[in-house]
């Protein structure tokens, strides 16, 4: 791709112009069938967006600089397509490390832009949970967010700690933020949490499994499934078994 436009829209137009020339229709079509909502896709596969994103990456930084990069991602990220919102992602993918307060901000003003799960998580798992990792403060951030009426809000409250409770982080945070979701019906949510406390389980099974028999009573059967599918069968069954 030649970036021979300097405005941040018109190279997020020009990205925009080859996600739908290079696409797929017959896969676009098949996408649908992950999702619940509607999806709008070009129908590329996700491993080819993650190196296009890359190789554009490189291009916007030779000739441009960060905060270009980060302006660009901005307005992919306002689409319904999920290449573009994927595109946004891939673009900041690996180099949060160097971001800050602001750019931190602007990531958490893409939340109410999600439509589906896989905008989500892309967008939490991959960018701000790094982020909340590298400034362990902003874990704070998600009890705000667990209150909301939004959905993805909720779940972002989840999926934002997986990357910290992967590295033993955020244990008391993360049996807070339990018990505020516990109950929460959404399916979405759910998942979330289980998510969460599966890879919380993994990370450190002994803390963990006593908060899992603690709210066994009071948890959907979803999240209890979810948060013990890599436990060994003993102590799985003995958290899924009634008392």
């Known amino acids: 791709m030649a970036l021979r436009k300097v405005t941040p829209a018109s190279v997020a137009n020009e990205i925009r112009r080859t996600l739908m020339a290079g696409g797929s229709a017959e896969r676009a079509s098949s996408v649908q069938r992950f999702f ?15 190196r296009a994103s890359v190789r554009w ?12 990069l980060l302006r660009v991602a901005d307005n992919l990220f306002t689409g319904t397509v999920s ?9 900041l993918e690996n180099i949060t490390a ?11 003003s893409w939340l109410p832009r999600i439509s589906n799960w896989s905008d989500h998580d892309a967008l939490v798992h991959y960018l701000i949970g790094p982020m909340i990792v590298a400034k362990p403060a902003r874990a704070r951030k998600v009890f705000r967010w667990a209150r909301s009426r939004n959905r993805w ?9 997986i990357q910290g409770t992967r590295r033993k982080m955020f244990f008391s945070e993360i049996m807070e933020l339990g018990d505020l979701l516990l109950l929460d019906e959404d399916d979405m949510v759910q998942k979330g949490l289980g998510w969460l406390l599966r890879e919380t389980a993994k990370a450190d099974a002994r803390r ?8 066994r009573e009071r948890a959907s059967r979803l999240v209890l499934r979810t948060a013990c599918e890599t436990l060994p ?11």
């Open 208 to 215: 963990t499994v006593p908060y899992l028999m603690s709210i």
């Open 153 to 161: 809000y909720r779940r972002a409250a989840c999926v934002a700690l």
């Open 36 to 50: 619940k909502e509607e999806i709008q896709s070009h129908g590329w596969r996700t491993a080819d967006v993650r």
């Open 233 to 243: 069968a003993g102590i799985r069954k003995r958290v899924l078994t009634a008392p």
């Open 98 to 108: 160097g971001f800050g307060d602001e750019e931190f901000r602007l990531l958490e």
């Open 83 to 91: 290449e573009e919102k994927n595109v946004a992602v891939f673009l």
């Open 57 to 68: 990456r490189r291009e916007i930084l030779q000739q441009f600089d960060l905060k270009c």
